[in-house]
């Protein structure tokens, strides 16, 4: 016997649909935007926020929240830098990623452990972060020359897809796999639906928890080292700069429940193609990119309210 | 309210049900998880709206289309769950939303004034000014009653209202209740203790599967006739023990000796042998749910020696009972054990993740089969598995619990107030499972407040009293009358502990 899902379908596949209608409306009344081009920008454009969506996802799903992402973008590629200047790329990118894992496990034991919120954590994170990647460079910029590492974020596969639609890729099924196949997953969920209820039935939550907001650093700190390679530079006071609430935006016109529950992370990579599709009409129409934001505005509250309504 | 009918999708909740209700009187609602009475009170306080039948008021039709307008008549609903604020002051909550007002902002002075009145007349002994949380479960529910009564309401409906009562405080309810049928208020009364309804209600109205069974004075009806009505099926009365059970070569699962766990548990030992079902009797905050919390690492600091299988063992949170071979199903299902929007599948499966998953993977053949066997043998009724766990009925959610629990093959399971809430059928059934689970040599700790269940199930059944032991009960000495005794007074017979 087979009943009818009683998920909202908004909750389920909203975004997707939304993204199809707007590239249909945008196929007829933009200007050359049927174009490889607009495609390869929109995801190129995209990438950081899509990475840090797939992070965010998580931790949206245990609850929590996390608007230290932007400030651990800026950390990492920080460090980074540093060592790619002396043309250490492989320890440059190692320790880089190491420098995540800890700022994840700080944030994960103090929420975890000490039972601060999540966001009161996180904010104190993203301060204490930010200064830091100031002063690890005295608050300029870092420049470097390595034609190497800079190469790599103009890498196109088979001389047209750029590098980052195979990032994306890999790193979104990795984590609809991690959600949605593994223990970790299953766990994660059941957290942001029942807290108590998934510790007494014998989770380690204390772990759990504390590793989404280790792999949403992580993922954070990739988005660092692709947008420092983009860039050839460190910039300690806009690296990442409100990068955290476009990743969140994403996260939640994607459908993951604000409160906890089922993570979504192919909505949440339609979400952030939604937002950045919006820019790129805005601007390929000649309008003011001000208009933008409050169309995204629009869109935010909408999807939110469409996920609300009861079947 | 006339051949009511409500259909849900997939299912007809109620079908043409008759309810009539005189002021003055208590009219019982009874019927088994399901049998469609919250569904009845939620269309008579506009939580839903009817398919069919009529509502007929004051001798007029009336169309209820939000929860406002059955207030407006005076319909009003002290459910199970408070819906009070338990910050603000006695008096306050029940004035919510009215407060007398003067020129320069809300009137203390006459609030308190007429809220000591409404108390006094109630014989509370309940002071307005005092915060509502500074009072147990029981006053505040007396409040809510306050707080329906200042609305002019003309009918009550209490849904459950004594699950969290002790004996006396079921009095003192009892003696407001009959002050509102005094006051020509007529009383909506939902209880599952069949002694309560045979104590205070006029006239009984049964329901079975959303079907309309009949309404009958107590006095026409026993208890065994009413039961039967209900679920349809025989079911045996008041049983006693009919297991065999010999321990005296059976090794101990657990042993807990001088738990502390401040302040509610002040040094209590209890042991549970494999295959045993040893039940912690008591009076509500006798320490029984502390002394589980502390086996199972749930509580904070607790002091005391805890072995499993004879090994000294430190608990320090769920986990770590979990590998132990311990499982437990608590008193309070829906914050403690229920993962609502995840499907019976995986809550079924989440405490046995070990034994079905591999590098981390969840392997689905496995999950589907666990998840399949358990649903069989413990017959949960759902239609499919990938149901969400929040669409089935309390007896079942129970049933889910004490399957994810069993998928760990624990050795031993703590069951605290495992058949609370659930209709008389399941009861029934949930007993003769923990029996079938005892039978394959698990041990049991059953913890319950209704002392005939223990009297009925347990081969040793441990007395606590004021976080202290009492006494120990064994098999052919167990009785009510020898819990109750110990219960009250010491008892020197059976005073040595862990024999």
Redesign the interface.
Same mark, same amino acid.
């Given at each position: 016997?087979?009943?009818?899902?009683?998920r909202n379908i908004f909750q389920a596949y909203g975004a997707p649909i939304a993204l199809v209608i707007l590239l249909l409306i945008n196929c007829f009344t933009t200007p050359n935007f049927i174009s490889w081009s607009t495609i390869s920008n929109l995801v190129t454009h995209s990438a950081t926020v899509m990475i840090l969506g797939i992070g965010m996802t998580m931790v949206i799903a245990t609850g929590g929240i996390n608007i230290s992402v932007g400030s651990v973008m800026a950390v990492s590629s920080m460090v980074l830098a540093k060592l790619v200047f002396k043309d250490h790329i492989i320890t440059g990118v190692i320790v880089c990623l190491l420098v995540a894992v800890a700022t994840g496990v700080i944030t994960g034991i103090i929420i975890t452990v000490f039972k601060v919120q999540p966001m009161i954590t996180t904010l104190a994170m993203m301060y204490a972060l930010r200064g830091v990647a100031k002063l690890l460079n005295g608050g300029t910029i870092l420049n470097y020359k390595n034609q190497d590492f800079s190469n790599f974020a103009y890498v196109k596969i088979a001389g047209i897809i750029p590098i980052h639609f195979v990032i994306v890729f890999v790193l979104a099924a990795a984590g609809f796999i991690l959600l949605r196949?593994?223990?970790?997953g299953?766990?994660v969920? #059941?957290y942001g639906?029942?807290p108590?209820?998934?510790?007494? #039935?014998?989770?380690?939550t204390i772990l759990v928890v504390t590793a989404a907001y280790v792999l949403c650093n992580v993922l954070a700190g990739v988005s660092g080292i692709l947008e420092a390679a983009a860039t050839t530079c460190a910039d300690p006071v806009n690296m990442g700069l409100n990068k955290e609430t476009d990743a969140i935006a994403a996260t939640v016109v994607g459908g993951t429940p604000m409160a906890g529950?089922?993570p979504n992370v192919f909505g949440t990579i339609c979400g952030a193609l939604i937002l950045q599709l919006i820019t790129i009409m805005i601007n390929m129409n000649n309008v003011p990119y001000s208009y933008s934001l409050v169309l995204k505005a629009l869109i935010i509250v909408i999807s939110i309210y469409a996920q609300n309504i009861k079947k | 309210m006339k051949s009511i009918d409500k259909i849900f999708p997939g299912v007809k909740a109620l079908k043409g049900v008759n309810f009539n209700l005189k002021s003055g009187e208590v009219h019982t609602l009874m019927g088994e998880n399901g049998a469609g009475k919250s569904t009845l009170i939620k269309i008579l306080t506009g939580v839903y709206e009817k398919d069919g039948g009529q509502i007929i008021f004051d001798g007029r039709e009336v169309h209820f289309t939000n929860t406002l307008d059955p207030q407006k008549l005076g319909i009003s609903t002290v459910y199970q769950e408070l819906n009070m604020i338990p910050y603000l002051t006695v008096g306050e909550n029940i004035y919510l939303g009215r407060y007398p007002k003067t020129r320069k902002g809300i009137d203390w002075k006459t609030l308190h004034e007429n809220a000591q009145r409404e108390l006094d007349d109630m014989g509370l002994s309940i002071s307005s000014r005092e915060r509502l949380n500074h009072y147990g479960t029981a006053a505040q529910q007396m409040v809510s009653i306050v707080r329906a009564i200042s609305l002019h309401c003309r009918i009550v409906v209490l849904d459950e209202p004594t699950s969290s009562l002790d004996t006396k405080e079921v009095e003192t309810l009892f003696g407001i209740i009959a002050k509102l049928k005094a006051k020509k208020i007529g009383i909506i009364f939902i209880s599952h203790r069949l002694d309560e309804v045979y104590a205070i209600s006029d006239r009984i109205t049964v329901l079975k599967d959303g079907s309309y069974e009949g309404t009958y004075k107590p006095a026409e009806l026993t208890q065994y006739e009413l039961v039967r009505k209900m679920v349809g099926k025989e079911i045996i009365q008041e049983g006693i023990n009919t297991r065999n059970y010999d321990g005296s070569n059976k090794e101990y699962v657990v042993e807990m000796e001088d738990i502390f766990y401040y302040p509610k548990v002040n040094g209590v030992s209890v042991a549970v042998k494999e295959g045993e079902i040893v039940g912690l009797a008591g009076l509500l905050g006798s320490g029984r749910t502390e002394v589980a919390q502390v086996l199972f690492g749930y509580a904070g600091n607790a002091s005391g020696t805890i072995k499993v299988k004879g090994n000294k063992v430190k608990i320090k949170a769920p986990t770590d009972a979990l590998k132990n071979g311990l499982a437990f199903v608590t008193e309070n299902r829906r914050e403690e054990g229920v993962i609502p929007n995840m499907t019976i599948r995986e809550n079924i499966s989440i405490s046995g993740m070990p034994q079905i998953s591999r590098w981390g993977f969840i392997q689905r053949k496995k999950q589907v089969a666990l998840a399949e066997k358990y649903i069989q043998r413990l017959e949960i009724k759902t239609p499919t598995m990938e149901q969400k766990l929040k669409n089935l009925s309390g007896g079942n959610q129970q049933k889910v619990l004490l399957a994810r629990w069993l998928a760990t093959e624990p050795d031993l399971i703590i069951l605290d107030e495992p058949t609370r809430g659930i209709d008389v059928g399941a009861k029934k059934e949930v007993e003769e499972l923990i029996k079938e689970i005892a039978g394959q040599g698990i041990g049991v700790l059953l913890i319950s407040s209704e002392i005939t269940e223990l009297v009925r199930n347990c081969d040793r059944i441990f007395v606590l009293r004021e976080g202290k032991n009492q006494g120990v009960l064994l098999k052919e000495d167990i009785s009510e009358e020898r819990i109750m005794k110990q219960i009250v007074e010491h008892d020197p017979v059976s005073r040595e502990v862990l024999t």
């Amino acid at each position: 016997m087979k009943i009818k899902s009683e998920r909202n379908i908004f909750q389920a596949y909203g975004a997707p649909i939304a993204l199809v209608i707007l590239l249909l409306i945008n196929c007829f009344t933009t200007p050359n935007f049927i174009s490889w081009s607009t495609i390869s920008n929109l995801v190129t454009h995209s990438a950081t926020v899509m990475i840090l969506g797939i992070g965010m996802t998580m931790v949206i799903a245990t609850g929590g929240i996390n608007i230290s992402v932007g400030s651990v973008m800026a950390v990492s590629s920080m460090v980074l830098a540093k060592l790619v200047f002396k043309d250490h790329i492989i320890t440059g990118v190692i320790v880089c990623l190491l420098v995540a894992v800890a700022t994840g496990v700080i944030t994960g034991i103090i929420i975890t452990v000490f039972k601060v919120q999540p966001m009161i954590t996180t904010l104190a994170m993203m301060y204490a972060l930010r200064g830091v990647a100031k002063l690890l460079n005295g608050g300029t910029i870092l420049n470097y020359k390595n034609q190497d590492f800079s190469n790599f974020a103009y890498v196109k596969i088979a001389g047209i897809i750029p590098i980052h639609f195979v990032i994306v890729f890999v790193l979104a099924a990795a984590g609809f796999i991690l959600l949605r196949k593994t223990r970790f997953g299953l766990y994660v969920e #059941a957290y942001g639906d029942n807290p108590t209820a998934t510790k007494i #039935a014998g989770v380690n939550t204390i772990l759990v928890v504390t590793a989404a907001y280790v792999l949403c650093n992580v993922l954070a700190g990739v988005s660092g080292i692709l947008e420092a390679a983009a860039t050839t530079c460190a910039d300690p006071v806009n690296m990442g700069l409100n990068k955290e609430t476009d990743a969140i935006a994403a996260t939640v016109v994607g459908g993951t429940p604000m409160a906890g529950g089922r993570p979504n992370v192919f909505g949440t990579i339609c979400g952030a193609l939604i937002l950045q599709l919006i820019t790129i009409m805005i601007n390929m129409n000649n309008v003011p990119y001000s208009y933008s934001l409050v169309l995204k505005a629009l869109i935010i509250v909408i999807s939110i309210y469409a996920q609300n309504i009861k079947k | 309210m006339k051949s009511i009918d409500k259909i849900f999708p997939g299912v007809k909740a109620l079908k043409g049900v008759n309810f009539n209700l005189k002021s003055g009187e208590v009219h019982t609602l009874m019927g088994e998880n399901g049998a469609g009475k919250s569904t009845l009170i939620k269309i008579l306080t506009g939580v839903y709206e009817k398919d069919g039948g009529q509502i007929i008021f004051d001798g007029r039709e009336v169309h209820f289309t939000n929860t406002l307008d059955p207030q407006k008549l005076g319909i009003s609903t002290v459910y199970q769950e408070l819906n009070m604020i338990p910050y603000l002051t006695v008096g306050e909550n029940i004035y919510l939303g009215r407060y007398p007002k003067t020129r320069k902002g809300i009137d203390w002075k006459t609030l308190h004034e007429n809220a000591q009145r409404e108390l006094d007349d109630m014989g509370l002994s309940i002071s307005s000014r005092e915060r509502l949380n500074h009072y147990g479960t029981a006053a505040q529910q007396m409040v809510s009653i306050v707080r329906a009564i200042s609305l002019h309401c003309r009918i009550v409906v209490l849904d459950e209202p004594t699950s969290s009562l002790d004996t006396k405080e079921v009095e003192t309810l009892f003696g407001i209740i009959a002050k509102l049928k005094a006051k020509k208020i007529g009383i909506i009364f939902i209880s599952h203790r069949l002694d309560e309804v045979y104590a205070i209600s006029d006239r009984i109205t049964v329901l079975k599967d959303g079907s309309y069974e009949g309404t009958y004075k107590p006095a026409e009806l026993t208890q065994y006739e009413l039961v039967r009505k209900m679920v349809g099926k025989e079911i045996i009365q008041e049983g006693i023990n009919t297991r065999n059970y010999d321990g005296s070569n059976k090794e101990y699962v657990v042993e807990m000796e001088d738990i502390f766990y401040y302040p509610k548990v002040n040094g209590v030992s209890v042991a549970v042998k494999e295959g045993e079902i040893v039940g912690l009797a008591g009076l509500l905050g006798s320490g029984r749910t502390e002394v589980a919390q502390v086996l199972f690492g749930y509580a904070g600091n607790a002091s005391g020696t805890i072995k499993v299988k004879g090994n000294k063992v430190k608990i320090k949170a769920p986990t770590d009972a979990l590998k132990n071979g311990l499982a437990f199903v608590t008193e309070n299902r829906r914050e403690e054990g229920v993962i609502p929007n995840m499907t019976i599948r995986e809550n079924i499966s989440i405490s046995g993740m070990p034994q079905i998953s591999r590098w981390g993977f969840i392997q689905r053949k496995k999950q589907v089969a666990l998840a399949e066997k358990y649903i069989q043998r413990l017959e949960i009724k759902t239609p499919t598995m990938e149901q969400k766990l929040k669409n089935l009925s309390g007896g079942n959610q129970q049933k889910v619990l004490l399957a994810r629990w069993l998928a760990t093959e624990p050795d031993l399971i703590i069951l605290d107030e495992p058949t609370r809430g659930i209709d008389v059928g399941a009861k029934k059934e949930v007993e003769e499972l923990i029996k079938e689970i005892a039978g394959q040599g698990i041990g049991v700790l059953l913890i319950s407040s209704e002392i005939t269940e223990l009297v009925r199930n347990c081969d040793r059944i441990f007395v606590l009293r004021e976080g202290k032991n009492q006494g120990v009960l064994l098999k052919e000495d167990i009785s009510e009358e020898r819990i109750m005794k110990q219960i009250v007074e010491h008892d020197p017979v059976s005073r040595e502990v862990l024999t």
